[in-house]
């Protein structure tokens, strides 16, 4: 590591303010965003609602729906029903396909949720709107995928649509405007630790 003076430190951070004040000077554009998480790593709707928590903070309508979940109570439903005038909470799923064992009723419960999510980006009431896990639901094509992208990409002009999951379709990453893999390096549960209560719901 090089040793710098107070002098040569402080003039070192001035000059990457100065750079950075000048891209972001080119940064003038404000529009509603498509944002995109996915990748095998947790995390993916945790962002997501930190995201929501986020536009709570700032007084905006949020609107969450839950694809996949919702056969348990969560901490975040908990939380987030504190707040029913900044957010509207759908849990709507009854577990993972592989827990309902019933394709034909998980196909009419991802419809009844993606009407929900449709609902919310055509309300201009919402600022936001959050799918979470609808990327499960797309790979197992239980929506069109090109359904999913006609609606997201006819959202008005400053609506954030947050869509979360493993697997993201080619076609919906192309179609974002902001996309983050999540990357697993390790995980508890592969040295048998459960899921627990404020961490993984």
Do not use: G, S
């Given at each position: 590591m090089i040793e710098r003076t107070p002098e040569q430190h402080a003039e070192k951070m001035k000059k990457k303010q100065a750079a950075h004040d000048k891209i972001m000077a080119t940064k003038t554009q404000e529009k509603g965003l498509l944002i995109v998480h996915t990748g095998k790593g947790k995390g993916k709707t945790t962002a997501a609602l930190g995201m929501v928590v986020r536009a709570i903070g700032h007084g905006r309508k949020v609107g969450v729906v839950q694809f996949v979940k919702g056969a348990m109570t969560t901490g975040e439903k908990t939380v987030f029903d504190a707040f029913p005038d900044n957010v509207e909470f759908k849990p709507m799923g009854e577990g993972f396909t592989w827990?309902?064992?019933?394709?034909?009723?998980?196909?009419?419960?991802?419809r009844e949720a993606w009407d929900e999510v449709k609902?919310?980006?055509?309300?201009?009431?919402?600022?936001?709107?959050?799918?979470?896990?609808?990327n499960i639901v797309l790979r197992y094509d239980y929506l069109p995928l090109e359904e999913v992208l006609e609606a997201v990409t006819a959202r008005s002009a400053m609506k954030h649509v947050l869509i979360t999951g493993r697997n993201a379709p080619d076609a919906l990453i192309?179609?974002?405007?902001l996309v983050t893999e999540m990357t697993l390096v390790k995980h508890p549960f592969r040295s048998g630790v459960k899921a627990q209560a404020g961490i993984e719901f």
């Open positions: 827990n309902t064992q019933d394709r034909t009723r998980d196909i009419a419960l991802a609902r919310m980006i055509a309300d201009p009431a919402y600022d936001m709107v959050l799918a979470d896990e609808l192309e179609a974002a405007d």
